[in-house]
């Protein structure tokens, strides 16, 4: 009896072992796809991953791909970031099967339609604050106004604010940064509409004020 059940157990085990996921795992810095090694992954990485990082600084735009192991809660949509001179998009696809992620990813192309969305933004290297915040109009699914301070270890801070998509604001701007180092603070997000109304609220008290003194007179 004792055999059996141990019979049954070693089974049980090489099953387990022999469903395990296998992924490429690769990173590039230079293009939309990579040539890597294959990894079985571990018993709580159930998907097979690939992220494209697309950044623009002025004129000068980067790349970052890698493929790896995966969890479900991993696989978000698409995360943007729109501040002055300055846009990240990040692309995530996932599947369940073995080597499912040897593949090129296709680049992502910006969608340019307004949303009616308008936040204060900024951009400034160096610094943990802005200096001056200017309206941008949001574009595509960009519907939720962000603000944070990123930096890396011994590395200079950068402060930005502008338009996001929902899981931008979920990840608090992390989604922006390839690589696990990135340190995020003085996270806010906040509604485009509040801010807009808020910038209106100077006007709207001197034509009150005007008002009231043609009454008087």
């Given at each position: 009896m004792k055999r059996a059940m141990l019979i049954i157990i070693v089974c049980s085990a090489l099953v387990t072992i022999g469903a395990a996921l296998k992924c490429e795992v690769c990173y590039s810095l230079s293009s939309n796809s990579c040539s890597g090694h294959y990894e079985t992954c571990s018993s709580s990485q159930d998907r097979c991953m690939e992220t494209l990082t697309q950044t623009s600084i002025g004129d000068v735009e980067s790349v970052a791909l890698e493929k790896s192991c995966g969890s479900l809660y991993k696989c978000m949509h698409p995360a943007s970031l729109t501040a002055p001179n300055y846009r990240v998009s990040v692309t995530t696809l996932c599947c369940d099967t073995d080597y499912c992620n040897n593949r090129t990813m296709n680049w992502k192309t910006e969608n340019s339609t307004l949303n009616g969305m308008n936040c204060p933004s900024c951009f400034s290297k160096n610094s943990e604050t802005c200096d001056k915040l200017i309206p941008l109009n949001c574009t595509g699914n960009e519907t939720h106004c962000i603000q944070f301070t990123a930096s890396r270890h011994r590395g200079s801070p950068?402060?930005?604010?502008?338009?996001?998509?929902?899981?931008?604001?979920?990840?608090?701007?992390?989604?922006?940064f390839w690589g696990d180092s990135i340190q995020v603070s003085r996270f806010k997000a906040f509604n485009g509409g509040m801010s807009l109304q808020a910038g209106c609220l100077p006007t709207i008290l001197a034509i009150l004020t005007a008002m009231k003194i043609r009454s008087t007179e």
């Open positions: 950068v402060t930005m604010a502008g338009c996001a998509t929902e899981n931008m604001k979920k990840s608090q701007g992390k989604a922006a």
